[in-house]
């Protein structure tokens, strides 16, 4: 007798799920099981979570406050901002005129290329039109948006009218494809600090400084961050992403989880280092190209 062939992912899902699930925490959790049962991995069932949490989410939940948004006033000279638009490193800024409430337009950092071939430059003429969209709007509603209309960027703003943040498709991508769970399911734990099997330690970003010295017998000061993430974030001067890597007093930090505003978690390994500059593997630095 022929073996039986062996069942298909799809298959096998379908039949876990044949349990019909009356509302979204029992979806979930059949997903956890498929999860523990090994017919999902740690990255699908993260990505598919994802899915389901944007279409909960709204746009105040997830986008850039206003006073964290990078803006170019349309009054001040390419001379002026351009060392600005270098510093920040986005592709995309805002540009408002008289007030920040005012936004006139999108500018991109490549038509300031044009800046360099022509005499007559203005800033205005280069300008794209701004999206506005209400802080309670749908992730998932903004992201088929955001595809249909091939846009990257939008403007949120309150009920008065007042611009309230930003946010970008990256930001809501993030939410799908950018936190990504590993198999030890450690942002669900009560634990700050867990040891793995290769002897490295996971460390939640909002791990207390003193709690961590308590730990690992170490001698960060906390006069001017309270936590592990904030060390990092010093460190870097800026948001790390995802990989990225930095040495501190005989410990290696790397970047487990991240996104657009804070580190989530970290991976520690207590290493003698000779120095203690920061070093950058290359897939960090291809993923920020």
Do not use: W
Not at 87 to 106: L, Q
Not at 184 to 207: C, H, M, P, S, W
């Amino acid at each position: 007798m022929e073996d039986s062939p062996r069942p298909t992912l799809l298959e096998r899902l379908s039949s876990l799920l044949l349990r019909e699930p009356e509302d979204r925490d029992q979806l979930i959790e059949l997903l956890h099981s498929a999860f523990e049962r090994q017919l999902l991995d740690a990255e699908a069932l993260s990505m598919i979570e994802g899915v389901l949490q944007v279409s909960e989410s709204q746009v105040r939940d997830v986008m850039i406050p206003r006073a964290q948004m990078d803006m170019i006033n349309v009054a001040d000279s390419p001379e002026e901002f351009i060392p600005f638009v270098i510093e920040t490193a986005h592709s995309r800024f805002p540009v408002y005129e008289d007030s920040k409430d005012n936004v006139i337009g999108i500018l991109l950092a490549k038509d300031l290329l044009l800046y360099y071939s022509r005499q007559d430059f203005d800033v205005r003429e280069m300008l794209r039109p701004a999206v506005f969209i209400p802080e309670a709007k749908r992730l998932n509603v903004l992201l088929k948006e955001f595809r249909a209309n091939r846009n990257h960027i939008a403007i949120v703003v309150d009920e008065y009218g007042g611009v309230s943040g930003l946010i970008t498709i990256e930001d809501v991508l993030e939410q799908i494809v950018g936190d990504i769970e590993d198999e030890y399911d450690f942002d669900e734990t009560e634990d700050n600090i867990l040891q793995d099997k290769t002897g490295k330690y996971r460390v939640k970003a909002i791990t207390e400084i003193v709690d961590f010295n308590e730990h690992f017998g170490s001698k960060f000061s906390d006069e001017a961050f309270d936590t592990v993430g904030g060390l990092v974030i010093k460190k870097f001067g800026r948001v790390p992403k995802r990989g990225e890597v930095c040495a501190l007093e005989g410990f290696t930090f790397q970047v487990l989880r991240a996104d657009s505003r804070k580190i989530h978690s970290l991976l520690v390994d207590r290493v003698k280092v000779a120095s203690d500059a920061a070093a950058t593997p290359p897939a960090a630095e291809a993923e920020r190209d």
